[in-house]
């Protein structure tokens, strides 16, 4: 069972549209919980953190985790084209190393 | 924002050569890190790196590969010999502290093709 799964998408949504984005992860013990957002030849770029089951806000981005079931979900409200980028989902659990997710390839288009 | 600088942006080499891939971390950061993804899989852990030492590594991370930060401010990933099995993106990280502490900068990536 791999650790951390994601649907690779890709996503096409149109301006506006709220996105769900969604990983599953297979080890209890992982505690902290990231979205990255990755732009075409960048490198990740930290969007969300947590290490609580809940919701956490921050804009237009909304992070949820929900440990009982293993499963962490990044929602974007009101997309916008610049959006557009690849988004992973990556887990610690207090390490120095962080599993990351496939990606999803969200394009949201005008 | 402060930024972290990788070099060169692309590499091509021929499989056997060494090569060395070049990182400025974010100054005033204490923990560095190499990760890489290999084109369509996931961006993949390499090894971490804090006061002067490895502090973690992966598997992948085998005796090719070596870190060094030979002054206090360069930050570098050598593989010995090569192997075509390498060719991937290769990002540079680095934090003021551990990564579940403090958030974590990645470069925009060296993208080493060996032939």
């Known amino acids: 069972q791999k650790e951390v799964e994601q649907d690779p998408g890709p996503l096409s949504v149109p301006e506006g549209a709220i996105v769900s984005l969604n990983c599953t992860y297979s080890?209890?013990?992982?505690?902290?919980f990231m979205w990255y957002r990755q732009y075409s030849r960048k490198g990740p770029e930290l969007l969300m953190y947590?290490?609580?089951?809940g919701n956490k806000e921050d804009g237009r981005f909304t992070a949820q985790v929900d440990k009982s079931s293993k499963y962490i979900s990044l929602f974007i409200r009101d997309s916008q084209p610049s959006d557009s980028a690849t988004y992973l989902c990556?887990?610690?659990?207090?390490?120095?190393?962080?599993?990351f997710g496939t990606g999803t390839r969200l394009q949201v288009f005008p | 924002e402060p930024e972290v600088t990788q070099t060169p942006s692309h590499q091509v080499t021929q499989m056997g050569q060494e090569v060395i891939l070049r990182c400025v971390p974010i100054s005033n950061h204490l923990y560095f890190y190499w990760y890489r993804q290999i084109l369509g899989q996931k961006v993949e852990f390499l090894v971490s790196?804090?006061?002067?030492?490895?502090?973690?590594k992966s598997e992948i991370f085998d005796d090719q590969f070596s870190v060094e930060r030979p002054d206090g401010s360069n930050f570098t990933l050598k593989i010995r010999s090569t192997k075509l099995e390498d060719s991937a993106m290769y990002f540079c990280?680095?934090?003021?502290?551990?990564?579940?502490?403090?958030?974590?900068?990645f470069g925009s990536g060296t993208q080493l093709s060996v032939l």
């Open positions: 990556a887990i610690d659990y207090n390490t120095d190393k962080l599993i």
């Open positions: 947590t290490y609580s089951s």
């Open positions: 790196f804090y006061n002067n030492e490895i502090s973690e």
């Open positions: 990280a680095s934090g003021k502290d551990r990564v579940t502490n403090e958030k974590l900068f």
């Open positions: 080890n209890s013990a992982f505690q902290y």
